[in-house]
């Protein structure tokens, strides 16, 4: 069954059930009033036919100034009729003294009952009343509320209701118009889902409180068709990076291995070797397993920044005093390469971090100066400037730079910008990824820039208070 049928039927059927027990209602009420109002006259009939008959005493009289269908009826105190102007023979009568009204009028000495009569078959509204001879008047009049005269009397009210309800329904109707074409469209286009063909523009709906849901599902929808895709590209991407950096990682570690073994075999195969060529042969494989450990450390410090670094714990870490470490690890490399180290961090830069980690950006810039910088360049490292979040730092050297179609390339793993930036200089391509990696860890960002004096520079930026990422 359609919406909008069911809806009208739904409708109906309420209205009827409405209808319905209003009738009910009134016709009570109309039983309620009408009860009253024959209880009150035949209540001041028998007052006064009471007051006749003490001083005529003939009943036959009183027939004739009552109402024609006025049933007048006496009766003893023991039940007995004594009169009754409907029934001639009343010695045919029943007792009546158990008879409802005649009970109530021996108690409180009036009573009413609504019921049918044994003598005639019509149904009467009777009246007793209890006289101080101890005798009893019982009054009675046709007692016959219709539905027809119920619904006569009450026209005006049935047809506001006959009103109130085509208002109604054609209100319903405006609506439920509304809100079918809502479920169409929402039909329609849950079945353009599973035929994998939907036109998020070719729906339509009205401007009601039911269009507005309509257009925020199908809105949320196409935002989560599109954070689908997005994450199937991101996927994708991230798939191509790991398999990029697996072909790396194999060629990287090719190199090493490969003249491990270069030397290992010269050795196996010349016992006799002369032991400076010896000494020479280990001393080049003893560097190149180092070189090899360096680059499973940084292949392995980056796998867990980018896969679990919420297993890096934080402690209160002093920035300057980091540094100071550092130039003091490397200054037999500084000194080789006369290169200077001016730290003018100062000694109250502490953050909440990793020390590792930090420790690792500042010994990866360092160790980059010395490897690409040049011989007798000076480095500087200094908090340019701080807010209430970061530490902004510059790191730079006086070295040679590097070209600025390079610049966007300089934190990628194993990229080679230049002919002379190869492994021959000992490192293991990983140093500046480390340091970005390292750095985003701390919440902050880095760049890389060429001075206009000469030389690289670093422009980096750590929180004071970094929360722990999970």
Do not use: W
């Not at 954070?227 to 090493?256: V, Y």
């Amino acid at each position: 069954m359609h919406y909008k049928t069911r809806l009208y039927l739904n409708f109906g059927l309420i209205a009827l059930a409405f209808m319905f027990i209003t009738i009910l209602f009134q016709l009570d009420r109309e039983k309620r009033y009408k009860t009253e109002e024959i209880r009150s006259k035949l209540a001041a009939y028998s007052e006064m036919i009471d007051a006749y008959l003490l001083q005529n005493c003939d009943t036959i009289e009183v027939t004739h100034i009552l109402p024609e269908d006025l049933r007048f009826t006496i009766i003893d105190s023991e039940g007995s009729v004594i009169f009754d102007n409907v029934i001639g023979h009343i010695e045919d009568m029943s007792n009546h003294a158990n008879r409802p009204e005649i009970l109530s009028a021996r108690t409180k000495g009036s009573g009413y009952a609504i019921r049918r009569s044994v003598s005639t078959q019509t149904d009467y509204l009777y009246y007793a009343h209890r006289c101080n001879t101890g005798h009893y008047i019982r009054l009675a009049l046709p007692y016959n509320v219709k539905l027809s005269d119920v619904m006569k009397q009450e026209n005006l009210i049935f047809y506001g209701l006959a009103v109130l309800f085509i208002v109604v329904l054609a209100l319903l109707l405006y609506k439920a118009d509304k809100f079918s074409r809502v479920m169409r469209s929402l039909r329609r286009f849950t079945s353009d889902i599973e035929k994998g063909t939907v036109d998020y523009k070719s729906f339509q709906f009205p401007d009601s409180d039911s269009g507005i849901i309509g257009k925020k599902i199908i809105s949320l929808y196409e935002q989560l068709e599109k954070s689908k895709q997005q994450t199937d590209l991101e996927k994708e991407r991230n798939r191509l990076i790991k398999q990029e950096m697996t072909n790396n990682i194999a060629h990287e570690l090719k190199t090493p291995v490969s003249s491990i073994q270069g030397y290992l075999e010269i050795l196996n195969e010349n016992g006799d070797l002369e032991s400076t060529k010896r000494k020479y042969f280990v001393e080049r494989a003893y560097a190149q397993t180092l070189r090899l450990s360096a680059l499973i450390k940084d292949i392995a410090l980056i796998t867990k920044l980018e896969e679990a670094s919420n297993l890096f714990p934080r402690e209160k870490v002093n920035i300057g005093r980091i540094a100071e470490d550092v130039i003091n690890e490397l200054q037999a490399q500084l000194d080789k390469a006369g290169m200077k180290v001016e730290n003018r961090l100062g000694a109250d830069l502490e953050i909440s971090g990793n020390y590792n980690l930090v420790h690792a950006i500042f010994r990866n810039l360092v160790e980059n100066s010395i490897n690409y910088a040049g011989k007798n360049s000076s480095i500087v490292v200094e908090c340019s400037k701080e807010d209430t979040e970061f530490y902004h730092f510059k790191y730079y050297d006086t070295g040679y730079g590097i070209k600025e179609k390079y610049l966007q390339k300089i934190f990628d793993r194993f990229v080679r910008l230049e002919e002379s930036r190869d492994r021959r200089t000992g490192g293991t391509g990983l140093g500046l990824s480390v340091v970005k990696h390292a750095v985003l860890f701390h919440q902050g960002n880095i760049i890389a820039v060429n001075r206009p004096e000469g030389g690289l520079m670093f422009k980096f930026c750590l929180k004071k208070h970094s929360a722990v990422r999970i």
